[in-house]
């Protein structure tokens, strides 16, 4: 991505994306932690329905500011020279 020709709003508008990306994908972190840490705790008990609420929508979050973020990269332009941007359902948390 070149930068130098980019306004600074663009700039400030995909960092303020790029950070809602990272704080979202630390939540799915946190929250997943939060679960695996009780089933280790409680093999046979189910998980509390808290805990997955928040997982889901901690994921929801996510894939909110992913597709966010992939608008604005469509609207300013700074996807590179023509170059495609694939994501794989693999690659999406869902």
Do not use: C, W
């Amino acid at each position: 991505m070149n930068t130098e020709h980019m306004e600074p709003v663009e700039r400030s508008a995909e960092a303020a994306a790029v950070s809602r990306v990272a704080e979202a994908a630390r939540e799915v972190q946190i929250a997943s932690a939060t679960l695996e840490k009780h089933f280790h705790s409680y093999k046979d008990v189910a998980a509390p329905t808290l805990l997955l609420a928040r997982l889901t929508a901690a994921m929801s979050e996510l894939q909110a500011a992913r597709d966010e973020f992939d608008a604005l990269l469509g609207t300013t332009g700074s996807s590179g020279s023509g170059e495609t941007r694939n994501r794989t359902d693999a690659q999406r948390v869902r």
